[in-house]
């Protein structure tokens, strides 16, 4: 168990005539390819394609801005609906948690479970020097199965992942919507 968060891409398909013919060829390719004529209602040729764009995994600083942001501060694990610019805003945030909180990288040899037992390993570890701008822009959300709390390399790796993530999710067209939900 534990906080496991997505953000789905959703695009509504139609095959009524009035919405061209290029969507009413995008209709029919999807009903064919899931071999669902024989069950869609005929007057009533639509639906609907989502996508997982971004999931995330304990990362309840991200589950925190979407509560407060999208969700109204309202926390039960329903979809919501999420702007465009909601998401370009915690890209910015991202961003700037980022650039703004200084950090060392060191690496570390630890021992490591391998196929023939302990190996000695050179790891990467990451140290956050101050928390301020990540404390005051990206907080931190404690819960039963939320995982983590501490500023350290897992919350950094989560705000570097969630910049890759909604970066990609932001590239696509316009007639797409965004929805966020979380289970735990």
């Known amino acids: 168990m534990g906080l496991d968060m997505y953000l789905y891409a959703e695009k509504y398909i139609s095959g009524y005539e009035h ?23 005929p007057e009533t040729p639509s639906g609907n394609v989502n996508f997982v764009v971004a999931y995330w995994r304990k990362a309840n600083h991200i589950h925190n801005w979407f509560v407060s942001n999208v969700q109204e501060g309202v926390d039960d694990c329903k979809s919501y609906w999420v702007a465009r610019e909601q998401l370009q805003e915690l890209l910015g945030t991202c961003q700037r948690v980022l650039a703004e ?44 199965f939320f995982g983590n709390t501490e500023y350290d390399e897992w919350y950094i790796h989560d705000v570097e992942e969630t910049v890759k993530q909604l970066s990609r999710a932001l590239s696509m067209p316009e007639q797409w919507d965004f929805y966020y939900r979380a289970s735990w």
């Open 101 to 144: 909180t200084p950090r060392r990288k060191s690496v570390m040899t630890r021992e490591l479970h391998g196929p023939k037992g302990l190996v000695p390993t050179q790891v990467e570890e990451v140290t956050v020097l101050d928390t301020a701008i990540a404390e005051e822009l990206l907080p931190t959300q404690s819960g039963f």
């Open 19 to 41: 919405r061209g013919t290029e969507m009413r060829k995008e209709y029919d390719t999807l009903v064919e390819m899931f071999d669902a004529k024989e069950f869609v209602d």
